[in-house]
């Protein structure tokens, strides 16, 4: 029962006791305790810090790479843009410089054709006219094969030279 009742000697030495416990406690462990402490709450507010400005840094790295990839994506849009305009260009001067190759090489043809034409016209008549000639030559030789023939011609010649 001594330990529900203590004693005052008792009572005493233990508040003594722990009078120096106290003041060792706070002379040589508190402040490195607290030290310690604090040191603990700093590395957290700085882990809370470092954390908090990763997390900014990567909503900026977000947003720099959702920039980035809009960037590239309309300068994707525009190369590919660019590359239909001149594919465009290409097959239209493709097609252009083909129907003017294509309309020159008729317009050739055609001259071509009516120089052909004209020569073989030309060389028609000529033979045309020779044949005529021979034909006509045949003709006047077979009329005018007797003398008087011959002067009956002159004289009509003469008759219609003097009329003019």
Known sequence: ?????PEIGLFFW???????LLFLMAKFAWKPILG???????????????AEKARKEMQNLQS?????????RAERDAILKEARELKEKVITDASDEAKVKADKIVADAKRSIELEKQSAMAELKNHVA????????KIVRKELSGKNEQHQMIEKMIGDAKLN
């Open 130 to 137: 020779e044949l005529s000639v021979e034909i006509a030559e």
């Open 1 to 5: 029962m001594d330990l529900i009742t």
């Open 64 to 72: 720099d790479n959702e920039q980035l990839l809009k960037e590239a």
């Open 36 to 50: 310690s402490v604090r040191n603990r709450e700093q590395s957290i507010n700085d882990a809370l810090a470092s």
């Open 14 to 20: 233990q508040t003594i006791v722990f009078l120096i």
